[in-house]
């Protein structure tokens, strides 16, 4: 009888809700009846109102059984109990004068209706103030409490009682105590329960806290029980801590020791002083981020959850002001740019007058000068500026000390001086010059890749080609026959002057370093200057770019192809019209295109090339095929597509480029409308043919000193 008084007692808080659902439901259908007296629900409320009173007896038994178990506040558990008991006994009146049992029940049912729906919700509160708490009705969430400095913080006030506040004092209060523990505040902690002590400051380990919150799930005795909110890994370990620092009351953080343990712990626990965390900026949407992407960005959520972006702009060397456009919306949560060893320059740097709120900046091995630093000034908060391997100096300096927050820079490989440097460090005081290498934000001492700097990479007549190196004592060495440069490869002039198209690629060396990766760049040639650039079918969406001029400017566009600078079309193929001063000799079409599977943009799968003499009559001498993507490829990819034939003489030169109109199968949206995106259709004759699988050992080019 005993073990089966307590698996029925334990039943009390799943049936306690029945009599609550069945006797109001009756009562709710007595009122409408009253009120729609054509409706009869005299059935459904003697139904109702027959299994409200079997609920109450049965709840009224399993709960009297139930608080002999102990651990209730008893003028709480009295309430409770004896309104459970007026609950039954008004339920079973109610049900017999529904049923007209007597005249006196009959006249009283009205009567009793309200009767019965009080002392229901009477019962209930008490209940609920017994679990829950007096004031569960109108008790807030506690947020979580933080403070300035951690250090000075009372561990326990702080950090444990929260902790039991929120996943123990369910079950162990002074309303409810259950195993005779209440855990609200010290004196309870200390009293400990019928088990007995909660600590045993001999063996931290051995306390009986933490062997309750170590037993397993299915072990009755594992607290928080199986249901209840569980303590989460790290609330684990700062009980763990506390407790091995002797279970200390009015120890500050300050005074425990092994703090390291546990120190990403109480980071939670510190109120965030800095900018960035008072700006209360919403999560960035991952919708945002992907749309950024697919434009050519290379950007990326600082971390889970965080309103801020990361934009890498490192080694583009094609980086315009069309490049920061698509990130101005969002300017203000940008915290970090990289733009090291790409072509950032001094005309480029009041792009970054709108991103305010940028924490780190990195422009080592830019083309940065004194003269572009004035910028500093709209980027308060800059912490973190790096402007090794840069013409910076000493003027520089005037600039970067107004900077209010700045914590850290980097000067190496600079034009700083000695002297300058140690006056500016005894200004600023707090601010971590590094003038040496850093290995770990430098790398092993392996030299960067020489910057292949030209005015464009599309040319007419000529165009000059210069290495640049942010390195000291560097030489570069280069080739333009289609094979890597070794140590036997001529130096890199102080000037490349290229006359015809060509593939450079270059290495740097130095003694004492390892030599730097191959860089390389394509620089083409357009022999045939057009007149014009005729569309034959408009562009679709906002890819308009210049029209039929963007074909014949020589303005190559970038990655980044909502910039302005690529023709788009949308599900259909593309014509163009190419008209030169005078009938001319013309052997060759190059064709440059975009490719970003991502964004559903496509290299085109073949061009067919027609000539004509006066614009009207057209004959085809050439076609190409290319092929098609057969694999599953992200990456952004800018490429030429060429189309040689034999010599003819022509005044217009027309051009149907054909694209696949459809993404291809392993596409995640197989089926759907694709793009082909161009920039340029160049023309060349007889003289100007070129090898784009590889140069020609016979090229033409020129260097000077």
Known sequence: MDVLSINLARLHPLIVHLPIGFLLLGILMEGLQRWQKHNNYQPAIGLSLLLGTLASIVAAATGWWLAEEGGYEENLLQYHRWLGIATTISALLLYLGHLEYTRLLTKLYPYLLWVCGVVLFAAGHFGGAMTHGTDYLFE???????????????????????????KCTGCHKPSKSKGGLVL??????????????????????????????????????????????????????????????GACFDCKVKDMEDRAAVAALLEAYQTPADHWAKLDLPPMPLETVQQLKAQGLRVAVAAEESPFLLVDMARDTAISARSFAPLRKYADRVIELHCGHSNFSDELSGQLAD???????????????????????????????????????????????????LKQIYLWQTAVSDAGLTKWKEAHPQVVVQQEADREVFGTAALNPPLLEAASTLFHDSIVVRAISNFKGVEVRYSIDGTPPGPDSPLFPDSLILRKTAEVQAFAVKPGWNDSEVSSARFVKAGLRAKTGRLLNPPSGKFQ?????????LQKGTAVFTAGSWLGYEGEHMGAVMELPELTPVNEVTISALSRPASW????????????????????????????????????????????????????????VRSPLRNPDWHPNPGGKSWIFLDEILLSGPEEVFDHGGISASTDYKTTK
Request: hydrophobic share 40%; net charge negative.
């Open 601 to 656: 943009i496509f290299f085109p799968k073949s061009a067919i090339v027609s000539v004509s003499a006066d614009g009207q009559q057209f004959r085809e001498v050439s076609r190409a095929d290319w092929p098609t993507i057969d694999k599953e490829v992200v990456e952004t990819e800018l490429k030429y597509f060429p189309i040689a034939f034999d010599p003819v003489e022509a005044r217009y030169v027309k051009v149907e």
């Open 140 to 166: 807030k969430p506690a947020a979580p409490q933080t403070v300035e400095n951690i250090e000075e913080a009372l561990v326990y006030d702080l950090i444990i009682q929260p902790i039991m506040d929120q």
């Open 545 to 553: 770019a210049n029209g039929g001029a963007s074909l014949v400017d």
């Open 184 to 245: 609200t505040d010290q004196a309870g902690l200390m009293a400990g329960g019928d088990s007995g002590p909660l600590f045993n400051t001999a063996v931290p380990a051995q306390s009986l806290l933490l062997e309750r919150v170590h037993l397993p799930m299915e072990v009755e005795e594992h607290m928080p029980p199986e249901g209840k909110p569980q303590l989460s890994a790290g609330e684990i370990q700062l009980l763990e801590w506390w407790m091995g620092n």
């Open 355 to 405: 991103f305010t709120n940028l924490k780190k900046l990195q422009l080592q091995g830019t083309r940065i000068t004194d003269a572009g630093l004035g910028f500093l000034a709209e980027l308060p908060h800059l912490q973190v500026l790096n402007l090794y391997g840069t013409a910076v100096t000493d003027q520089g300096l005037k600039a970067i000390g107004q900077l209010p927050e």
